[in-house]
């Protein structure tokens, strides 16, 4: 696709369940970033990949985060035991190897009632 | 530790009038430097970077390592400036993650 593409664009999920977002990369791009947008919060690290490793998974919040990447291309971060703070929109980014040039997907905006 | 800092977070302006997007970083080495612009219901998209020189939708940002700042400035705001701005710097050339500010939210009255 022409852009970084992540999905759902929302998910409604009740306290205790797990979820999985899904992030599309840009195709060519090795580099892949999680990060997460809280209100009044700004832009939090979570997680990155350069091919299917993660170097620097240094901002997962807690042991309930989990990613993975497979084949250099789509990557799932997953929650388990939603909580109530964990609802934010979480965003997924993609760069070349030599570029640090990241390009952001829409975001999934998860709602953790 | 690598940290950035922006100290407004809201940000008025009338049309027409100067802006000025203050961002000051902390970083040991030499960092890339970044603004990256939301607009309402887009995604986050970048600005401009300090390395490139140049200027985009005619906002300018200067890399002061005295002073480890790196502002955003245009000389005569727009409405269509409206947007929420975030600095944000990463590690020299290559694939590292992106440390962000918290965010400014620029508002341009008419």
């Known amino acids: 696709g022409a852009g970084v593409s992540q999905s759902p664009s929302n998910k409604v999920t009740e306290k205790g369940k797990d979820v999985e977002l899904r992030c599309d990369p840009i195709?060519?791009?090795?580099?892949l970033y999680w990060y997460r947008q809280s209100l009044g919060q700004g832009l939090e690290f979570l997680i990155y990949?350069?091919?299917?490793?993660?170097?620097?998974k240094s901002g997962l919040p807690s042991d309930r985060f989990s990613a993975e990447r497979t084949g250099g291309s789509v990557s799932t971060l997953t929650i388990q035991r939603t909580q109530q703070e964990d609802s934010a929109v979480y965003l997924c980014?993609?760069?070349?190897?030599?570029?640090?040039?990241?390009?952001f997907g829409q975001g999934t905006r998860l709602t953790v009632v | 530790a690598q940290r950035v800092t922006q100290p407004e977070k809201l940000l008025s302006v009338f049309k027409g009038a100067p802006v000025e997007l203050k961002c000051n970083y902390s970083?040991?080495?030499?960092?890339?430097l970044f603004w990256y612009v939301q607009y309402s219901r887009q995604r986050l998209q970048l600005l401009l970077r300090?390395?490139s020189r140049e200027s985009i939708k005619g906002f300018t940002a200067d890399l002061n390592k005295g002073e480890t700042s790196f502002h955003l400035k245009k000389p005569f705001a727009q409405e269509e400036d409206s947007a929420m701005y975030y600095c944000?710097?990463?590690?020299?050339?290559?694939?590292?993650?992106?440390?962000f500010g918290q965010g400014t939210r620029l508002t341009i009255n008419p």
């Open positions: 980014a993609s760069s070349l190897l030599t570029d640090t040039e990241a390009f």
């Open positions: 195709s060519g791009h090795t580099a």
């Open positions: 990949f350069q091919g299917n490793s993660a170097p620097d």
């Open positions: 970083y040991s080495g030499s960092p890339e």
């Open positions: 300090h390395i």
């Open positions: 944000a710097l990463s590690g020299p050339r290559g694939a590292q993650k992106l440390v």
